[in-house]
């Protein structure tokens, strides 16, 4: 286990609800009502269930509506790290470090590459060879099977598209899954809520795109690297 990221929770409360994609509210132990933001625009229906407990930082500006951040949710006692928000950071170390097993350490680094019709999240160059990475962060996982998404995602394939084209393009294309569960031990689309993506996603695989599901936990403190993730040899019930 590596640290990676240093970013302690300051409050625990108790979900209350969620009004939209971006908002919850939360009550905090001293029996305070409060609203929360949640940068992940996913579904988390298997994190966020009533009166779960949730961890909370507090804003870092000022003026903002919510005072609170929403970093993780606690299911079967682990602390499942949701804020979508810190991927950037989390991503940049592990490709800087070179831990990610089969990319290795970068010579150059881009972020927010525009490639196509999309702005893509990197654009490495490693061993003299241009390659396009694409991170999402994973949240759910089912009787041991980490999946993506936990919601339809229009972006998600869109972005598998793009690195679909840069195969064929000549060029070396991934696909990196943050994976907040480490009580996971294989990765798999997520095929009965998004067919779509997951069609898209096999014949990245076919065409070239690398995938690598990276396993990181959060234990209220500190965003551990705790390895890679293969893919599931059958698929998930």
């Given at each position: 286990?590596?640290?990676?990221?240093?970013?302690?929770?300051?409050?625990?409360?108790?979900?209350?609800?969620?009004?939209?994609?971006?908002?919850?509210?939360?009550?905090l132990d001293g029996g305070e009502v409060v609203e929360v933001h949640v940068h992940d625009p996913g579904r988390l229906k298997e994190i966020l269930r009533p009166n779960s407990r949730v961890l909370l930082k507090r804003a870092d500006k000022e003026g903002r509506r919510t005072k609170y951040d929403l970093l993780a949710g606690e299911?079967?006692?682990?602390?499942?790290?949701?804020?979508?928000g810190y991927h950037r950071d989390i991503s940049t170390y592990l490709l800087q470090k070179g831990v990610v097993d089969g990319i290795g350490r970068p010579s150059t680094l881009h972020p927010e590459y525009r490639y196509g019709k999309s702005r893509m999240d990197f654009m490495l160059e490693v061993g003299?060879?241009?390659?396009?990475?694409?991170?999402?962060?994973?949240t759910l996982a089912r009787s041991g099977v980490a999946?993506?998404?936990?919601?339809?995602?229009?972006?998600?394939?869109?972005?598998?598209?793009?690195?679909?084209?840069?195969?064929?393009e000549g060029m070396r294309a991934a696909v990196i899954f943050l994976t907040f569960r480490p009580d996971s031990t294989c990765f798999l689309p997520n095929g009965e809520t998004d067919p779509d993506f997951e069609r898209t996603f096999w014949r990245a695989v076919d065409v070239g795109v690398e995938v690598y599901p990276i396993l990181l936990s959060y234990d209220g403190w500190w965003i551990n690297h705790l390895g890679s993730l293969p893919l599931c040899t059958t698929p998930s019930e």
């Open positions: 286990m590596k640290k990676v990221l240093e970013l302690p929770g300051e409050l625990i409360g108790r979900f209350i609800s969620r009004p939209n994609r971006f908002l919850a509210t939360v009550e299911v079967d006692g682990i602390w499942v790290f949701v804020h979508s003299g060879e241009m390659m396009l990475v694409e991170v999402k962060g994973c999946l993506f998404p936990d919601a339809p995602t229009v972006r998600g394939r869109r972005h598998l598209e793009e690195l679909i084209r840069a195969v064929k």
